[in-house]
């Protein structure tokens, strides 16, 4: 079983560019490691992204809810 993927290879699974998935890399919002001059990350680190992103997302889709009266 693959333990590691490449920069393309999770930018693939998220639908995203490869300076997206860099950008990730850059702000430490996705861990990775350098292995000369590629990044690779970790099957744990691209789990943790995973689940701090989609509880991320569900905190921001709370927020935009907005209540509308229409008297």
Do not use: C, P, W
């Amino acid at each position: 079983m693959k333990e590691f993927f490449s920069v393309q290879e999770v930018a693939k699974l998220l639908n995203v560019s490869h300076s997206g998935v860099l950008y990730h890399i850059k702000t430490e919002k996705l861990k990775a490691t350098k292995v000369g001059k590629i990044y690779i990350i970790s099957k744990e680190h691209f789990g943790e992204f995973l689940k701090k992103h989609r509880e991320s997302k569900k905190r921001t889709e709370k927020t935009i809810q907005t209540k509308l009266d229409f008297d």
